[in-house]
């Protein structure tokens, strides 16, 4: 099998396809890739199925050798990726040959980029799916982010190279937010019309300490009213709970399965990729939307996500 | 989207893409054979959009394809379930023993949450010993099983300040719950003990070894019969 190796791991880089969803009664959430669009796309660019599994980066990427050359992609973010110091674009499919190291720095624009690979990156299935969990260990490569000198292999054989671009101003249409719509969440009634008023009406600043569990956020603190008495129940991916200090979290890809805190919204699934690319510090606001509206949000971007014409060759 | 009612059900969106069940709003043993009921019954019976269940105490928080399926879709089928909850019985639960190496290293809280209800430490193990618990579901990260039936003597509040890392198979009190950790993750649950056992492992058939509805005993052990059973 081909090799990928690590030179420099960046700052937080896993194997991640689009999660294993269906086991919430075993207490383990779906994981994948925090955006799930630059993942998706990123893997038609290089001819893969969407759900093949990449490499997911952090704000600040690594630097990986391939000793028998590969066919790649970079999607999401712009991390200002060189190949043997010639630079090349996300979003379009280009050749390293043997021998060649690509390299990638900090981010340009949000928080991940997304390295997809011809054939994808072979792991060992955890629960049908090769998406690194984290906090348990489990999935991906060795359960845990790469280090330096970790040797990944690539799966399936060699095909050549057939140049794939995704159709830029149709791209845009799918870029991420910084107004996140939301629904309203199962505890909305529990926070008073003030409340609310405040949580719309504010701007909230992504906290350093978010990972892929959570988004902590920074601004005005949301009071709740007397409420009702929370009993531990299943959370939905991007609710947002309010704790006592009243400083919302946004759960995210590698959420706990239940939880004990008032949830005041719920970013609309059409917005979550997004998510994944908000880095610490960003401003974000939050607008509510009606169920149906959030409905026909996600099936116009399935729509535009599954065109051909988004990708050209 | 207001709270709908089926029966003793009551329905009620928590995003685009999930909707919750409620059988009560507080937690009881009726409440949670519904959840374990409804929740075989879907395992045995899927319907096609739903993508994950997340049950808990007294509700299941079911996760669909929000292409396939709307809130109000799903709901029309979740209440022919809800109709037929009684006709199935559940399995017999099974009992399954957890050894747990009570206090010093293993269990840094068991003197603080001893003290709070003035007992001797042994009297607190012996409580902890004592009870037969019931898991009520699992949530939270892979294998954590929430337990209900701790004796009302031992109800202790989390600690104010959750610990950045638990270390794995240590056994927590948190109000009248007891658990286990299954991995080194954070947590706010006071620890009592830990067990060398392995309550997650992805390499065996039932990867956790606990399920819904099993019924619990932990047994003291002491750090020499740890130390042998961690290395097994």
């Known amino acids: ?313 | 989207m207001a709270t709908t009612e089926h029966g003793t059900a009551q329905f009620r969106p928590a995003s685009d893409n999930s909707l919750l069940v409620y059988f009560d709003q507080h937690i009881s043993l009726a409440a949670h054979q519904h959840v374990a009921k409804l929740l075989r019954l879907l395992e045995l019976q899927p319907i096609s959009g739903i993508a994950n269940l997340h049950p808990a105490y007294c509700s299941v928080l079911v996760k669909f394809d929000a292409l396939k399926l709307r809130h109000d879709e799903l709901e029309n089928r979740l209440r022919l379930y809800l109709d037929r909850l009684d006709e199935g019985s559940l399995p017999e639960p099974r009992h399954r023993e957890i050894p747990v190496c009570y206090g010093g290293e293993y269990g840094p809280d068991l003197a603080e949450v001893s003290d709070t209800h003035s007992l001797s430490a042994q009297q607190a193990i012996d409580l902890h010993v004592s009870a037969t618990y019931i898991v009520y579901f699992l949530g939270f990260v892979p294998g954590f099983a929430y337990l209900g039936g701790l004796p009302e003597a031992l109800a202790t509040p989390r600690l104010p300040m959750p610990r950045r890392r638990v270390p794995p198979g240590s056994v927590g009190i948190a109000g009248h719950q007891s658990g286990v950790y299954p991995f080194a993750t954070p947590g706010g649950w006071r620890l009592i003990g830990r067990t060398p056992l392995a309550m997650f492992r992805p390499d065996r058939a039932a990867m956790s070894f606990l399920s819904i509805g099993d019924r619990v005993h932990f047994t003291p052990i002491s750090p020499e019969r740890f130390a042998a059973l961690e290395n097994t």
Request: proline share 7%.
């Open chain 1, 1 to 313: 099998m081909r090799a990928i190796e690590v030179k420099a791991p960046g700052l937080f880089t896993t194997v991640q396809d689009l999660g294993r969803e269906g086991f919430g009664p075993l207490g383990v959430s779906p994981s994948g890739s925090a955006d799930p669009i630059a993942l998706r796309l990123g893997n038609r660019l290089v001819g893969n199925p969407e759900d093949a599994a990449a490499l997911e980066m952090t704000l600040l990427g690594g630097a990986f050798l391939f000793p028998e050359g590969a066919i790649l992609a970079l999607s999401g973010s712009d991390f200002g990726a060189t190949l043997d110091h010639v630079a090349v674009d996300p979003w379009t499919s280009f050749e390293a040959r043997p021998g060649q190291t690509l390299l990638l720095g900090p981010t340009r624009s949000g928080a991940r980029s997304y390295l997809c690979v011809q054939g994808g990156i072979a792991a060992k299935p955890f629960l049908g799916s090769a998406s690194t969990h984290t906090l348990s260990g489990l999935g991906g490569f060795e359960g845990r982010p790469l280090r330096k000198g970790d040797v990944l292999s690539i799966a399936g054989a060699s095909q050549p190279h057939r140049s794939r671009t995704v159709v830029l101003h149709l791209l845009s249409r799918l870029s991420p937010r910084n107004i996140l719509r939301c629904t309203p969440g199962p505890q909305s009634e529990w926070f008073p019309e003030s409340s609310q008023r405040l949580f719309y009406n504010s701007t909230y600043l992504v906290s350093e300490e978010s990972n892929r569990m959570g988004l902590r956020l920074e601004g005005p603190s949301i009071p709740l009213s007397s409420g009702g008495h929370m009993i531990t129940e299943g959370v939905s991916l991007g609710a947002i709970q309010v704790p006592g200090g009243g400083s919302p979290i946004i759960l995210f890809v590698e959420q706990q399965t239940t939880g004990g805190y008032p949830k005041i919204a719920n970013v609309i699934s059409a917005d979550l990729p997004g998510v994944g690319q908000l880095r610490p510090r960003d401003e974000i606001h939050f607008e509510r939307v009606a169920f149906a509206v959030a409905r026909s949000l996600l099936q116009e971007q399935e729509e535009l996500l599954s065109s051909q014409e988004l990708i050209q060759e």
